[in-house]
């Protein structure tokens, strides 16, 4: 009889915490799936991505969230082709794909730096100061119409002579290594290469593109959305944007350690890169910008516009066109 009373206590202490378990897996089950592209490496560009997931913000909205590496040809892809929901990308690369007479069906729902902060970094001993005296020099290009259309722009503005560049074909992953072989110049993003010289303490010399022409002010990276799946699930939009908004707050409000959270998920990283270039960007990625992730229409349409003008696009691109606030948190 005592067995048998003993054996029924056990099972009874036992029944919670099966429920307990069941209720557990249940509520991971019920987590929506879905997969967010990045552009590039790891870096702190994606931060805020890696602290919602890290902190739960994603799991709190019913979100599980796979960060997974580009292919060859971009983010882009991927989220137009509805392999992904959501990805990173930029108004210059997706300049050429929205101006075609069939638009990729993808729009950008998120600018995850307010201003551009890319520009042309050079060696100190290059004594390329603005970008006139880049005449002379070389610099290292991918080849893009875009690309060297703003850096003809911003040469001449500043009174020099862009024939006068030598054209260097190169795709520069490391900017540090770059600059110590033949390398004069080239584009970069300073929170991340621009940093990394500091942190290697590589002399050098930087201007930036939106100091010599307002208009090269665009947005750059930004988040895209397939258009197809936001259409049919706007509330697990606002709900995505609702985490991805709370780990970037996170990442401005705590740069150190949402660097370390970056660098967890990828140990790869240069922890003291990771670290200088969030406590660069903690008070860039919102900036002036009423809040965090708003685009400006004006400063959008006139990138675009100045495109159209100088042939760089074959259609115009209408106003307002590929771009959204509206599933960003109040």
Request: glycine share 6%; charged share 25%; with cysteine.
């Amino acid at each position: 009889m005592k067995k048998i009373i003993s054996i029924l206590l056990i099972f009874t202490l036992l029944l919670p915490l099966s429920a307990c378990g069941g209720k557990e897996e249940t509520k991971s089950n019920e987590l929506k799936e879905i997969t967010f592209v990045l552009d590039w490496t790891p870096n702190t560009n994606h931060t805020g991505i890696y602290v919602a997931q890290e902190k739960g913000f994603y799991e709190e909205q019913g979100l599980k969230v796979n960060i997974v590496q580009p292919p060859e040809d971009g983010a882009e892809s991927l989220v137009a082709g509805g392999k992904a929901e959501y990805g990173v990308s930029f108004q210059d690369i997706m300049a050429t794909a929205w101006s075609k007479e069939d638009p990729l069906p993808i729009t950008a729902i998120l600018a995850i730096i307010n201003h551009n902060t890319s520009g042309i970094l050079s060696g100190k001993d290059k004594n390329i100061l603005s970008p006139k005296d880049m005449q002379g020099h070389n610099y290292a290009t991918w080849d893009d119409p875009i690309e060297q259309a703003i850096l003809k722009n911003v040469i001449e503005k500043d009174g020099g002579d862009f024939s006068k560049v030598e054209m260097l074909p190169s795709t520069v992953t490391d900017a540090v290594s770059a600059l110590q072989t033949n390398v004069d110049s080239l584009w970069v993003y300073y929170a991340w290469d621009g940093i990394a010289t500091e942190v290697k303490e590589v002399p050098t010399n930087y201007f930036e593109f939106i100091d010599i022409n307002p208009v090269f002010d665009y947005y750059s990276p930004f988040i895209i959305g397939n258009n197809k799946y936001m259409e049919e699930h706007p509330e697990e939009v606002k709900a995505f944007l609702k985490a991805t908004v709370e780990g970037y707050t996170f990442a401005m409000e705590h740069p150190e350690e949402a660097a370390e959270i970056l660098c967890k998920a990828n140990p790869e990283i240069d922890e003291e890169l990771a670290k200088a270039s969030q406590v660069w960007l903690a008070d860039k990625y919102q900036e002036d910008a009423p809040r965090f992730g708003e685009f400006d229409k004006d400063r959008w349409n006139n990138f675009y516009q100045w495109l159209w003008e100088e042939k760089l696009i074959e259609r115009e691109i209408e106003q307002d066109f590929g771009f959204t606030n509206e599933f960003l948190p109040e």
